[in-house]
């Protein structure tokens, strides 16, 4: 245990071995709180602000397509349709989906995902294999 000493202005050092192991840097914000008579410092990552990206009139509108279409892919993929590549562009644009991760949310994408949830749906799977050569053999057949 540490002991440390209440300077000026209401200061405190934070002493070097607590401060390396929870990964502390100068300038990093803490939350300061009273319990039971003691004083409790809880570090906090604050999220950096970015700004706004403007959007034109018929940008919003087709960012307010986007928002739906992906909260219906989240809920229910069997029943979505992918983003169209205009939707597509504006959610990427003010960062809603990873550009990183655009593909995955493109028609085509999804396509693939519906016909392959109805597969396993109706358990029409292949496997599992105990050697290459018996998935060779199933996937040829």
Known sequence: MSVVKVRPR?????????????RLEEGDFMEAKAEDQKI??????????????PLSKGEQ???????????KIKQDMVHSKGLSDEELAVAVKVRMIDPDQAWWWTEEWQKGERESQKEINEDNLLGPFSTVEQFKIAIES
Do not use: H, M, Y
């Open 10 to 22: 209401r200061q405190v050092t934070i002493p070097k071995d607590i401060f390396s192991k929870l």
């Open 40 to 53: 409790v410092l809880i570090p906090k990552k604050l999220v950096t602000k970015t700004g706004v990206v």
């Open 61 to 71: 509108t087709t960012l307010k397509k986007a928002q739906a279409k992906i909260e």
